[in-house]
């Protein structure tokens, strides 16, 4: 399980950086327009704090401190600052799963989420699905909104 999913974290990550280096302008990065009111950055910044929070932090105990409030707040950080963070959470990731132990993901996760008890496996599949859903709001996004 746990090589399945570092495969498709790694694969998707790799995909998020992909779309924001195609912005052909850095700041359209950040645009919002009309119903859109979470721009690409806002997004990343979002997956970058998620991830490294329920992965980084409660499965590898990096010691990440998350500031969801930030992950949207914060504007205009620059691409070059993201891909590095995305990269670093693909580190972290790696080295959480890599670390955990395979028969665990049958046990409960120690958050309650959702408002009920779930597995690590069940969770872990969240979020990859997480990351595929706003991946696909990026790549709308740029497509939409990264006019020159």
């Given at each position: 399980?746990?090589?399945?999913?570092?495969?498709?974290?790694?694969?998707?990550?790799?995909?998020?950086?992909?779309?924001?280096?195609?912005?052909k302008?850095?700041e359209n990065?950040?645009?919002?327009?009309?119903?859109?009111?979470?721009?690409?950055?806002t997004l990343?910044?979002?997956?970058i704090?998620?991830?490294?929070?329920?992965?980084g932090?409660?499965?590898?105990?990096?010691?990440?401190?998350?500031?969801?409030?930030?992950?949207?707040?914060?504007k205009?950080v620059?691409?070059?600052?993201?891909l590095q963070?995305i990269?670093?959470?693909?580190?972290?990731?790696?080295?959480?799963?890599?670390?955990?132990p395979?028969?665990?993901?049958?046990?409960?996760?120690?958050?309650?989420?959702f408002?009920?008890?779930?597995?690590?496996?069940?969770f872990m599949?969240?979020?990859?699905?997480h990351?595929?859903?706003?991946?696909?709001?990026?790549?709308?996004?740029?497509?939409?909104?990264?006019?020159?």
């Amino acid at each position: 399980m746990k090589n399945t999913l570092i495969f498709f974290f790694d694969r998707d990550l790799n995909k998020l950086k992909q779309e924001l280096k195609a912005y052909k302008r850095e700041e359209n990065i950040w645009k919002i327009s009309g119903e859109i009111s979470n721009s690409a950055g806002t997004l990343a910044m979002h997956l970058i704090g998620n991830l490294n929070h329920y992965i980084g932090c409660e499965m590898g105990n990096s010691g990440y401190i998350r500031d969801r409030e930030a992950e949207f707040s914060l504007k205009n950080v620059s691409r070059n600052d993201i891909l590095q963070d995305i990269d670093e959470t693909r580190q972290v990731i790696a080295n959480a799963l890599l670390k955990f132990p395979e028969d665990w993901f049958d046990r409960i996760y120690p958050l309650e989420e959702f408002g009920y008890p779930m597995t690590y496996e069940y969770f872990m599949v969240h979020l990859v699905s997480h990351l595929n859903y706003h991946l696909g709001q990026v790549n709308y996004h740029r497509r939409l909104l990264d006019t020159e």
